[in-house]
């Protein structure tokens, strides 16, 4: 179409709407010029942890990576598992052009045009990105985990890492659960086999840990843009696996860690934290309508017995369960926890102690986290006061919503380019939000979300629909549906 907008347009448009910067400024863009080298450093606080067989596991394409993994086995069945965080404020230093930048958005955006980094990309996939195969300064969770997966103790302090593994989180995965498949890095780099399946053993058992006290196995499958060429031709998808488990539960872990050390010192800290869900009948209604019984008062125990039963009696449709399951938990926010005042804790996690520090590259409240951290290790004054952190945490909160809409806004528009040759095609989905302002639905083929326009009465979140396609708008990201028999 003559004149039409493309989705990079789209979520351009839709960032500045939503008060999030698609560019970076002149003043950002002279400031990364004049960075020139990785950040060094000589202080006595740093120790030299480069013989450690590290490595990272992110998706195949990606670049800014924020963290690495080492795990080593101790006297009886403990455990030592240690995770690297990129070292950000090296560089990135509080006021500065490039901090308020990132400031401003909280974070990357993940769209279906491409991605809309928080910091330059000098930067994000360089400079303070843990490469493979360069030394890096990084702070440190250093864990002891029992055979429990209990993390028996924790510590936080800074060091210099090398990289010697970049992998990919499908290729890892394939190696774990098949003993034909090959991952070539394992025949070259010493120790990083045996380090592998170590971590994943432990991780496993962590998991365990923490789905005994409520932790929810919730699988979403967020859908991924797929490209041939420069051309759009699918919406996938992205599953989790073995690998991505393997990570997800080291950096629960390395954020309490990092939670609990400014606890023990004494200091404030920026929490993320997911109360008790307030559509918990909604939810009963739901386990009730697959013949099974949740108690009337929020319970994450029993909730997570529900998903598992259900993970096990129908794979096939578990995602949407689990899609329809975080729509009724609500979102996250972040707060501010001062010592000695209750913590709210993360519903679904089932842990009570809980930040975000494991992304600095592309969230600001963990390059936040990551200043604290490193003033409680040097001793240093605060870099916030509570004020500014509490505000800090609203902003944030805010910002990251801003941020949400923006992706599945240019997802929709993406969608809705797909299915634009699709109209008065019927398809099987399942109703995602019902509210005064409207009801949705998602399918499958290819992963979509749309409006319900017409049959609409009556349904609510996880009832299973029949709809068929009316009109697509690829400029506003409008899909709409029709609910049929």
């Known amino acids: 179409m003559r004149g039409a907008k493309s989705l990079h347009d789209i ?44 490595f990272s596991v992110d998706n195949d394409d990606s670049r800014d990576l924020d963290q690495l993994t080492a795990a080593e086995t101790r006297p009886g069945d403990e455990v030592r598992v240690l995770v690297a965080i990129a070292d950000v ?4 230093k509080k006021n500065t052009a490039i901090d308020t930048h990132a400031f401003t958005n909280t974070t990357s955006v993940y ?60 290729a890892v995965a394939a190696w774990l659960d098949k003993a034909d498949a090959q991952l070539a890095k394992v025949n070259t780099i010493e120790g990083l086999g045996e380090s592998i399946r170590l971590q994943d053993r432990i991780a496993q058992v962590m998991r365990t840990n923490r789905q005994a006290h409520g932790a929810l196995q919730l699988d979403t499958s967020e859908a991924r843009p797929v490209y041939e060429g420069e051309t759009l031709v699918d919406m996938r998808p992205d599953s989790r696996n073995r690998a991505k488990d393997l990570i997800e539960d080291f950096m629960i872990a390395a954020n309490g860690v990092s939670a609990r050390f400014l606890e023990k010192k004494g200091l404030p800290s920026l929490r993320r934290v997911l109360k008790t869900p307030e559509r918990w009948d909604r939810i009963v209604q739901l ?6 019984k949740l108690p009337d008062e929020a319970d994450a125990v029993a909730l997570d017995a529900f998903l598992r039963a259900r993970s096990a009696a129908d794979p096939e449709h ?3 369960l689990s899609l329809s399951l975080v729509k009724l938990l609500g979102p996250g926010e972040y707060s501010l926890e001062l010592p000695g005042q209750p ?52 902003h944030c909160t805010v910002q990251e919503d801003n941020a949400k809409k923006v992706e599945r806004r240019v997802q929709k528009s993406a969608a809705a380019l797909l299915l634009a040759s699709r109209i008065g095609q019927r398809f ?38 029949r709809v068929q396609l009316l009109h697509t708008d690829v400029e506003k990201g409008f899909i709409d549906f029709a609910k049929v028999s």
């Open 343 to 394: 913590v709210q804790g993360h519903f679904a996690l089932a842990v009570r102690d809980y930040t975000h520090s494991t992304a600095p590259n592309r969230r600001f409240p963990d390059l936040i986290t990551q200043r604290l951290l490193k003033a409680a290790i040097a001793g240093s004054p605060m870099p916030y006061t509570n004020a500014e952190l509490s505000a800090l945490a609203a």
């Open 428 to 465: 099987d989905g399942i109703v995602t939000g019902a509210s005064d302002k409207g009801t949705w639905v998602r399918i499958s083929a290819p992963a979509a979300e749309g409006k319900v326009i017409k049959g609409f009465e009556g349904i609510d979140v996880g009832d299973h629909v």
């Open 287 to 292: 386990a009730s309508g697959f013949g099974y």
């Open 11 to 54: 979520a351009r448009e839709a960032m500045l709407q939503r008060g999030l910067l698609p560019d970076f400024s002149a003043a950002v863009l002279h400031e990364t010029d004049g960075i020139q080298a990785a950040a060094t450093a000589s202080e006595p606080l740093v120790r030299d942890l480069r013989a450690m067989v590290w």
């Open 318 to 320: 578990f995602a949407d």
């Open 111 to 170: 769209t279906a045009a491409g991605t809309f980094p928080m910091l330059p990309e000098k930067l994000s996939t360089d400079l303070t990105s843990l490469g493979e195969g360069v030394e890096r300064l990084a702070v440190v969770a250093d864990m002891i985990v029992a055979a429990d997966g209990t993390v028996v103790t924790g510590d936080i302090y800074r060091a210099l890492v090398l990289n010697k593994a970049k992998l990919a989180y499908n």
């Open 89 to 92: 404020d090296a560089i990135v």
